[in-house]
């Protein structure tokens, strides 16, 4: 992905043409003033329909291990193809934050969590995304290569592969938890941090 352009509404350009007909009738929205609403917003002409855009929640777990090392996954698909990330995914519609969680830290990695305190939420409005970042004890599962994984290892909070991480929220993430638990390390700092993809 390029330089993301925001265009009507704030709306990200790869998001712009989901987000063009009404999802309820058909036609084709507008944008403009809505009465008692403080902002313009796109709208259907036809049935009136309401259409608000708004970030989804991404739901990531740093899971440590016993020795103090977080596991990373070496990432299988784009975005951020080979780089490392924390294990995470999409909140869906039937679930809490915690059980989603629990669910894409085993997906990915094949280890069973539990959530313990958040370490960060990480507002990323060129990806449309809100990045919740867990702590996880690890109390169960073995790491495992899956689809969206290539390599699920330990990393000690010094040997961090900070050029090497996919996302923007991922370093932040990631910083604020070495912040933590090794205040006496170096960090990114995080003027310098730049990924044009992704979260
Ligand atoms: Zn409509």
């Known amino acids: 992905m390029s330089e993301v352009k925001f265009g009507r509404g704030g709306i990200p350009d790869w998001l712009e043409p989901m987000v063009r007909f009404c999802s309820r009738c058909g036609v084709e929205l507008t944008f403009g003033q ?8 796109l709208a259907c002409p036809s049935c009136g329909f309401v259409f608000y855009v708004n970030p989804r929640l991404v739901v990531t777990t740093l899971p440590i291990t016993d020795r103090g090392e977080v596991m990373l996954i070496r990432r299988g698909i784009a975005p951020g193809y080979d780089m490392w990330a924390q294990p ?59 689809h969206e994984s290539r390599e699920t290892r330990p990393f000690a909070p010094e ?33 310098t941090i730049h990924r044009d993809f992704g979260a």
Do not use: K, M
């Open 159 to 191: 040997a961090i592969p900070w050029p090497q991480i996919a996302f923007e929220t991922s370093v932040l993430a990631i910083r604020d938890w070495v912040a933590r638990v090794r205040p006496d390390l170096p960090l990114p700092d995080p003027s």
């Open 34 to 41: 809505i009465e008692g609403e403080e902002r313009d917003r």
């Open 88 to 146: 995470g995914g999409f909140l869906e519609i039937d679930e809490t934050v915690r059980e989603a969680a629990v669910r894409e830290t085993l997906e990915e990695t094949g280890l069973q969590i539990e959530p313990l305190e958040i370490i960060g939420l990480y507002s990323r409005v060129q990806a449309a995304v809100v990045v919740v970042a867990y702590e996880a004890r690890i109390v169960g599962g073995e790491p495992r290569v899956t």
